[in-house]
């Protein structure tokens, strides 16, 4: 549940600002998100800032989207809402392996638990590079999947096209522009103002 706050924490940066660069959105939000939510750990917060830029590409990028950019010149962005049932995404930052017991920074502080590889994957944690790690409801328990990086680490991790659906775990509501409570006071609101002057 928390991560889904700190999901839609963001949400209205993105709508308002029409920002979904995951290093540009951490500018403009990190050291706010911290403020609001304390309890979080850093790199927990850049992973809600993560899970927000991937599903913002999947709705408003997506050419296969109703709601694609492209395709609605001009119009207002709708509100992401993500539901309690979101997704977490972790990163390499926040798992470590060693002798098949697997640690993991997570919400609720570090986790370890066993882990039996394969020796083949065992290897590939090792000498690959992970780029995504996500931990998801499967309505029969939770499932933790890996990603790992094909080449390029500067791009952002590709999201899958093969559905026109948009993720369970998200609503997409009309074009309301809410307040941005908690962030926009700090760092902010002089970036965006800068930007507009430009």
């Known amino acids: 549940m928390a991560f889904a706050e700190v999901c839609n924490a963001l949400a209205p940066i993105v709508q308002q600002t029409r920002c979904w660069n995951r290093v540009t959105l951490h500018h403009l939000t990190y050291k706010g998100l911290r403020e609001r ?9 850049c992973n809600a800032i993560y899970s927000v830029s ?3 590409r999947l709705v408003f990028q997506l050419p296969n989207s109703p709601f694609n950019v492209n395709k609605n010149p001009g119009k207002a962005l709708p509100l992401l809402k993500f539901l309690p049932s979101s997704p977490v ?5 926040t798992l470590s392996l ?3 017991q697997l640690s ?4 609720d502080g570090r986790m370890r638990f066993q882990l039996d590889l394969k020796p ?3 290897t590939r ?3 690959e590079k992970l780029r995504e790690i996500v931990l998801s409801n499967t309505g029969r328990g939770f499932q933790l999947s890996f990603w790992f990086s094909l080449g390029d680490e500067s791009t952002e991790a590709p999201v899958a096209e093969e559905s026109a659906n948009l993720p369970e775990y998200l609503i997409v509501l009309p074009e309301a522009v809410p ?8 760092p902010l609101a002089p970036e965006i103002a800068v930007a507009q002057r430009a």
């Not at 939510?37 to 917060?45: D, L, R, T």
């Not at 307040?179 to 700090?186: K, N, P």
Request: charged share 20%.
């Open 37 to 45: 939510f304390p309890k979080i750990g850093s790199q927990m917060v």
């Open 54 to 56: 991937r599903t913002s």
């Open 89 to 93: 995404y972790f990163d390499r930052h």
């Open 98 to 100: 060693k002798d098949g």
């Open 104 to 107: 993991m920074y997570t919400l």
């Open 120 to 122: 083949e994957d065992q």
């Open 125 to 127: 944690f090792h000498q």
């Open 179 to 186: 307040a941005v409570a908690g962030i926009a006071a700090g």
